[in-house]
């Protein structure tokens, strides 16, 4: 069923806020397409150790061009925070696919009242309008699996019908870059994702 490398190339922008595991998530893309023998670059661009600042992954799999997908270039855009959606929206090519968590991260600008976060639902519409949105709360799913810590494993499992990746090499990638303890949570994180996806 799975495409062969080189068959099908994929722009996936991977977006949130630090803290949420956006590395670990395109890592775990990354490690599965080198075995998978798929070309892959990967960029990532703004400050990452800063807990709470923004944080974009580019993923271009089974491309020849550059490591820094295009504006208008990305097929799909995996977003661990709803606003970091909208945020790199002009990334996305119109009617790419969005997999959002719908678990907010609230800025400090406004905890601190000088701006106000918009209701999740207002922006899953905006959304909507010119893409197809797949959305859920991540952070409730990766609970159920056993930790919300397993919130990034969850959105790679439910992007990870849309990747020319067998999903049998994204769970072992799964399992070598995540705590040994928490292979199994993970795993479980990863299947639940997947399926909200295949769901909907």
């Not at 068959?7 to 998530?25: F, H, R, S, Y």
């Not at 929206?89 to 119109?94: E, I, V, W, Y």
């Not at 991260?105 to 207002?122: D, F, H, L, N, W």
Request: glycine share 10%.
């Amino acid at each position: 069923m799975s495409p062969k490398a080189g068959e099908k190339k994929i722009d996936l922008l991977i977006t949130g806020v630090g803290g949420q595991g956006a590395i670990l998530a395109s890592d775990i893309i990354g490690k599965a397409a080198v075995v998978s023998g798929i070309p892959i670059r990967a960029a990532e661009t703004h400050g990452m150790a800063q807990r709470g600042g923004s944080v974009v992954n580019h993923i271009r799999l089974g491309s020849d061009f550059g490591s820094m997908i295009p504006k208008k270039g990305a097929d799909i855009m995996l977003a661990l925070e709803p606003m970091e959606a909208v945020r790199y929206l002009d990334f996305l090519k119109d009617g790419g696919v969005i997999i959002v968590n719908t678990q907010t991260v609230i800025p400090v600008t406004v905890t601190s009242g000088m701006a106000k976060y918009p209701e999740v639902q207002e922006i899953l519409d905006v959304l909507s309008e010119k893409y197809i949105v797949k959305a859920f709360n991540a952070d409730n799913l990766a609970y159920e699996a056993g930790s919300r810590l397993a919130m990034n494993v969850a959105m790679v499992g439910a992007v990870s019908i849309y990747l020319p990746i067998p999903k049998e090499t994204l769970i072992e990638s799964v399992k070598a870059l995540v705590p040994q303890k928490t292979v199994e949570i993970n795993v479980r994180a990863f299947e639940m994702g997947r399926r909200k996806v295949e769901e909907s």
